[in-house]
């Protein structure tokens, strides 16, 4: 019979572990809680398998979802591929604001490479605000990535796959040493054509999408950084490693506009993965629409690119600090005792043994096992 849906002592939602109804039940519970106060949500390593489920809601607000390790720790849905489309896909629908993922893999796994002419699989659909993404792997083909609304948003290391328009939409959006994979645009190998961004903020968004000491590795024959899909449309690369620079197409950005020609489109410093500098000094590109177009240079000066620092795109929020990870002291074991000292304003602490989750505990002290070979402990935080 299920167990109850409790917080645990530290106040955590543990969800057992592999158990896609139990994370589904959480979540239900999560939105509907009308405090202010940060829900926690855990997930052991295991596969989370929603099946042909699309949509899931994370509606309230401050909900944090957090796995035990990225690459095993995998939420999966899998919709039909009559069902593809931008707007019916999603693995998450968000609407709540500050969701904060961790240490997560986020699966799609629509049959892209028999989909047709689309394969639109989203990931996240974000419909919120204020959402960061610390350290967490997205994996789907089209349109991954779709942030649905004005507000604010945050990525910071992990890794998002894709081939078409995999990162798209409005609100300003900074991605933060994230690693870009291009997959082939089919089944057989390094093929195709494929498109990293396609921005359409809203009249109320000034810097669009940023990218940050990104890298970008490529799986397919070619690939653009962008092409415009609406609205005054905005990306911007900073310090980027390219690690095949040679695949990029020639204007680097698509010329062609979906909608509207791309209105500022610009990158700066960007390198090969021997460092060395691989963005033209000048590359003047006339972006198209119908009779519409607009001539400018896409390269940067350094002067420029000091405007899109993130302190300049997030002037009210500091999602780094939010994202920054609490660090443990010294573990000190007194009899079967295990005990560490606090660490300031961490919500709790996961304890593993052996490499196995055992829990987590609010208390600075743990009672060990004598059969367990060692013990290590993490802290939460501030997101937890």
């Not at 690690?243 to 090969?272: C, H, W």
């Not at 963005?279 to 000066?301: A, I, R």
Request: glycine letters at 8%.
């Amino acid at each position: 019979q299920d167990a109850p849906i409790a917080r645990n002592e530290a106040g955590y939602y543990v969800v057992r572990a592999g158990d896609a109804d139990n994370l589904l039940s959480t979540l239900a519970v999560a939105n509907a809680n009308a405090s202010d106060a940060r829900t926690y949500i855990f997930l052991p390593k295991g596969v989370y398998d929603l099946g042909e489920t699309v949509l899931t809601p994370i509606s309230g607000n401050n909900i944090s979802i957090v796995g035990e390790d990225r690459d095993q720790t995998v939420i999966v849905n899998a919709p039909k591929v009559a069902n593809e489309g931008i707007g019916t896909t999603a693995t998450f629908l968000i609407t709540g604001r500050n969701t904060y993922f961790q240490d997560l893999t986020l699966k799609n796994a629509l049959d892209y490479y028999a989909s047709g002419a689309a394969g639109r699989a989203v990931v996240l659909q974000d419909k919120g605000h204020r959402t960061i993404c610390k350290n967490v792997k997205m994996l789907s083909y089209q349109d991954t990535y779709y942030s649905n609304s004005d507000g604010q948003f945050y990525f910071e290391d992990g890794e998002i796959h894709g081939t078409v328009d995999y990162l798209c939409g409005s609100g300003d959006v900074y991605f933060n040493k994230v690693r870009l994979v291009n997959e082939s645009r089919t089944a057989t190998g390094k093929d195709g054509e494929d498109v990293i961004a396609a921005p359409y903020p809203g009249s109320t968004v000034k810097y669009g999408y940023v990218f940050e000491s990104c890298t970008i590795e490529n799986l397919a024959k070619n690939f653009s950084l962008g092409r415009s899909w609406g609205g005054e449309s905005k990306l911007t690369y900073l310090n980027t490693i390219i690690l095949q620079p040679y695949e990029l197409i020639a204007s680097r950005f698509t010329t062609a506009g979906m909608n509207v020609p791309a209105y500022s489109f610009k990158e700066f410093n960007s390198v090969d993965g021997d460092g060395n500098m691989v963005t033209p000094l000048s590359n003047v590109q006339t972006f198209t629409k119908d009779k519409q177009s607009y001539t400018y240079n896409t390269t940067m000066s350094a002067d420029s690119a000091q405007l899109f620092t993130i302190d300049k795109v997030f002037p009210d929020w500091a999602p780094m600090t939010l994202a920054q990870q609490a660090v443990m002291g010294t573990l000190k074991l007194s009899g079967t005792t295990l005990s560490w000292d606090a660490v300031a304003d961490a919500p709790g602490y996961a304890v593993f043994a052996d490499g196995r989750f055992q829990g987590i505990v609010s208390t600075t002290t743990f009672a060990t096992d004598p059969d367990v070979k060692s013990y290590s402990v993490r802290a939460a935080n501030l997101m937890g």
